[in-house]
């Protein structure tokens, strides 16, 4: 059964500026904070898990990859590729990224014939 759904969590932080959050998706807590990064200059506040959400996979026409959306509590999420939880989404979704991979071999076959 193909996946549907992937674990969000929002990671709250402090800068000089004052605290802020932001939406990643991981495999699990402990997978988010071993390959979190947060610059020197601030101070991870903490992590909360927002369950699970659906996504979706679409072509990333700036890059030639896959980027991924979902709705993460009424909050538009986005990940491209190098951000933090694209590798993740892209093991989770396989079915999906490889449809994104075949629309751009067919698309460029098309342009490759003119």
């Given at each position: ?7 969000f969590y ?30 020197g ?14 996504v979706d996979?679409?072509p ?7 980027e991924?959306?979902?709705q993460v ?37 098309d342009?490759?014939?003119?």
């Open positions: 059964m193909a996946a549907k759904k992937a674990r929002a990671v709250e932080a402090r800068n000089g500026h004052g605290p802020y959050t932001f939406i990643v998706p991981a495999q699990s807590k402990d997978d988010l904070l071993n390959t979190l990064s947060i610059p200059n601030e101070v991870l506040l903490g992590v909360t898990h927002l369950k699970h959400h659906e996979a679409l990333d026409e700036d890059n030639g990859t896959v991924f959306r979902a509590n009424g909050t538009p999420c986005t990940v491209t590729v190098g951000q933090q939880g694209h590798e993740y989404l892209t093991r989770q979704f396989p079915k999906k990224v490889k449809e994104v991979e075949d629309y751009y071999k067919e698309r460029y076959a342009y490759n014939e003119d």
